[in-house]
């Protein structure tokens, strides 16, 4: 067999801000509604609960008021540099995925400029010039976005190693009293990748990808607070749930397939799919409608680990976060061993969906 240049995963990390944050937390929160910009007239403990019934969410992490967004993203890849005991002096690219840059605590004034890898390769403190940096804004696949191009950069021979960080302060971009803000959390995670040589198939073997921008390019955006008395001119985060969770489910399964198709695979040897942690209901459907397409009826236990329960939807953090959990011993019931096939995938605002085949 011929050898070829694959890109492996050598090294994870992850930064999970220590504010655990329950529902509870939501209890005295004015919510409005969208249309009619009054009040909801449900009572909150109504809307919690079926919030909780729908998401899964019981918490989420908030990020401390003296961090910012690329502080978190620092500490995530240097916990990867550490885990593949590399010198970071030798890595060619660092790509950050993420959505709002730095987030003032105080306003939502967002912060991109230097970009968020310049910043994270600053605080590193990593002085090789011929490290090259750049941001990726696709929505929650920022991460998977990133990880393509990486494989991309690899592949052709531009560069042998990098990081691929996925990070997001949501906390600081959600309106009050928009109940969808209940969702938004805080993280960030990263992976160091490098180019291997091997006649045997490993590391990412394929990879999907689709946006839909003329349609459903609104389906999450930035608007102005639910509540009409809201002083001053910042910028929510703004989803329109029904519409992308149809979305969601009628559009990531066939791109998912084709990720598998074009490894030569079929789901039967897929172990694990990792997959944005953005709903727990809407996951389940994405994962069934997979298996419907191989006219699968069962879905087997456990091979979609969630993490959303207790952390989130943490946007780009999520795919990278649960990875690094489940490598460190920290996802019960999960494990990833040497010859397993993993989906990793992500849906979100533009609409951008990603798909990756990974041979562990």
């Given amino acids: 067999m011929t050898k070829r240049v694959y890109t492996k995963i050598v090294g994870t990390g992850s930064y999970i801000p220590v504010r655990a944050i329950g529902n509870e937390h939501f209890n005295d929160f004015t919510f409005y509604d969208n249309f009619s910009k009054e009040p909801l007239q449900k009572s909150n403990d109504e809307i919690i609960q079926k919030f909780k019934e729908i998401t899964n969410i019981s918490e989420r992490r908030y990020i401390s008021d003296e961090m910012n967004n690329s502080d978190m993203a620092t500490q995530a890849a240097k916990e990867a540099i550490e885990s593949a005991g590399i ?7 660092i790509v950050v995925g993420h959505n709002f840059g730095d987030v003032d605590p105080v306003s939502t004034r967002v912060d991109i400029l230097p970009s968020l890898a310049n910043r994270v390769k600053a605080k590193l403190g990593i002085k090789n010039p011929a490290c090259f940096c750049h941001d990726i804004i696709s929505g929650c696949p920022g991460w998977t976005q990133g990880m393509i191009i990486a494989d991309a ?41 490098e180019g291997v040589e091997s006649e045997e198939p490993t590391g990412i073997l394929s990879h999907s990808s689709r946006s839909d921008s003329v349609h459903h390019w609104d389906l999450l955006i930035n608007g102005k607070s639910f509540n009409p008395d809201f002083q001053g001119n910042d910028q929510f985060i703004k ?36 997959i944005h942690q953005a709903n727990e209901k809407m996951d389940e459907a ?19 680990p969630m993490s959303i329960e207790k952390l989130g939807n943490s946007s780009t953090a999520t795919v990278p976060t649960l990875l690094d959990l489940i490598l460190k011993g920290k996802m019960d019931g999960h494990e990833i061993n040497p010859g397993d096939h993993l989906i990793l995938a992500s849906v979100g605002a533009g609409m951008n969906i990603n798909s990756i085949v990974y041979k562990w």
């Fill in 239 to 274: 989803m329109s749930g029904h519409k992308l969770y149809v979305y969601a489910i009628s559009n990531v399964p066939g791109v998912v397939k084709e990720s598998i198709d074009r490894a030569g695979l079929h789901l039967r040897d897929i172990k694990k799919v990792l």
């Fill in 286 to 304: 994405i994962l069934k409608n997979v298996f419907k397409l191989y006219n699968e009826k069962n879905v087997p236990e456990g091979i979609m």
């Fill in 87 to 93: 010198d970071q002096e030798t890595l060619d690219f």
């Fill in 153 to 193: 950069y690899i592949r052709s021979g531009m560069a042998k190693r990098g990081l691929v960080v996925g990070s997001d302060v949501l906390s600081r971009i959600s309106d009050p009293h928009d109940r969808d803000s209940m969702i938004y959390a805080d993280g960030a995670g990263a992976t160091l990748v």
